[in-house]
């Protein structure tokens, strides 16, 4: 049973969170117990206009790049207003296996990003290039089938190394699909239990408008394997892709019923959230203050511990 939560007490969890970051833009704030503190985006893309010092992957253009500069400084000005203080980094697809500039924000700004990596599924070795990013702050792996069959994508050698690696050494797999890809990903849920999955963007279900029941069933299906985690993200991108992001309400409800909210975390899929009028302000909103139905316990682990727990412990 999930205890609704008072406005007083959400106002409190705000206040509290905003002067966290507010000490943090000044500076004052650099412990980690304080970043502790603060919420954690569990999903951004950052990158760099300076393409001589990282280069972008063959085939892309610098007019790929929009906006054309989203560096780690321009995001941590735009999300600590708001009570952020930590973030997961997702490797951006124009710089491909090239994962230079995500460690190098890692490495300025200690404590505050995590990485989630993408390696070469298609190498002998594809553990090797997983391990070595471990050590530089990498938590976890983007995978994406591209242009295969969800069947030939998941049954390759490179995706069987990198799921066996993944549950080996506690690291996580995100898989960027759609809903005809969750029976597979079930599949490989019973044949590697202890590898640690998050799905990204609700598995894109609501890109045509709607949140299908049986697309949301096949994905609560997936509640079954215990380490496997959703994120609650990207609202601009489906449904009615307009705020206050409402009609996500019930497919969240059912998430928070089926999974609990200790395997569901928050994201915004920064840039991409602040575009064409949506705002980081009515991405947060939407978990922090405007669902009702989530109890101030739930919010704290879909705003910060579930995401803490996967990436950051």
Known sequence: MHRESSPLSRRRLLASSSAVAVGAMAGCVTTASALRH????AHVHIWTPDTAAFPLAPGYQPSAMQPPSFTAEEFLALARPHGVTRT???????????????????????????GVGIVDDQAARPQDAMRDLARQGVRGFRINPGSQSVDAWLGSPGMTAMWRCAGDDGLALCPLIGPNALPGIAAMCTKFPRTRVVIDHFARIGVSGEF?????????????????????????????????????????????????????MWATDCPYQVQRGHTYADSIALIRDRLDFLSDTDRDWLLRRTAEKVFFA
Do not use: W
Request: charged share 25%; glycine share 6%.
């Open 38 to 41: 603060g919420f954690i985006d």
């Open 88 to 114: 997961v980094l997702i490797q951006m697809s124009f710089y491909r296996f090239d994962n230079r500039y995500m460690l190098d924000a890692i490495r300025r700004f200690p404590g505050v990003f995590a």
């Open 212 to 264: 299908p029941e049986a697309d949301i069933n096949a994905l609560c299906a997936l509640a079954k394997f215990p380490h496997v985690h959703v994120k609650a993200s990207a609202f601009y991108a489906f449904g009615r892709k307009r705020a206050p992001y409402l009609d996500f309400g019930p497919m969240i409800r059912r998430l928070r019923d089926t999974f609990g909210p200790q395997r569901l």
